[in-house]
């Protein structure tokens, strides 16, 4: 199994451009996040979907939105890309709501510039 | 709300020293706490788990850490640290039954360094 696999792993953009992340699962996973890292800030919550078909805001939602395709993919769109969202951006999954732990993909490093 | 904090942000101990890294949490109803551990440019990798099973919890390459409720407290230890064990640790809680019990509240982090 591959476990949870992200695409792309580098990206740069420049201000303004948008553009997807790509995140999907192999392991029936009902739960789906996408984080973001950013140096001293350990990991922040942007977007989760508990299951298929649904999606609720995290800590930190502002000039990002996702798509829950299916069981198996979560994406995220940056729409109008600024320099405060360079970052490194993860997507994790889990079993269910709460509880057990979360398998992380290898994340995608992004720059706007 | 669940929260943890992660006291210092860098910690350099020896090869074959004793590892403790310090996470409190805050949650208003039963915690789950996590460690996971993040080696340079990979994604994070689960160290152990607590889930109100035994306060002592082993997990991976040696780690362990021990729930104390009357302290607030997960700190993981590691008896004798390897040059391979430097990374960044995160503490991590998700509270069950609460509103963000879909995600987990992570710390800042904890960058390791063993020197040799």
Known sequence: NAGVTQTPKFQVLKTGQSMTLQCAQDMNHNSMY?????PGMGLRLI?????????DKGEVPNGYNVSRLNKREFSLRLESA??????????????KRGGLEQFFGPGTRLTVL | A?????????????????VL?????????PPYLFWYVQYPNQGLQLLLKYTSAA????????FEAEFKKSE??????????HMSDAAEYFCAVSGWGSNSGYALNFGKGTS????P
């Open chain 1, 34 to 38: 996408w984080y973001r890292q950013d």
């Open chain 2, 72 to 81: 607030t407290s997960f700190h993981l230890t590691k008896p004798s640290a």
């Open chain 2, 55 to 62: 306060t002592l919890v082993k997990g991976i390459n040696g």
């Open chain 1, 47 to 55: 977007y989760y979907s508990a299951s298929e078909g649904t999606t």
């Open chain 2, 112 to 115: 390791l360094l063993v020197t």
């Open chain 2, 2 to 18: 669940q929260s943890v904090t992660q006291l210092g942000s860098h910690v350099s101990v020896s090869e074959g020293a004793l």
């Open chain 1, 82 to 95: 600024a320099p405060s969202q360079t970052s490194v951006y993860f997507c994790a999954s889990s079993e």
């Open chain 2, 21 to 29: 890294l310090r996470c409190n949490y805050s949650s208003s109803v």
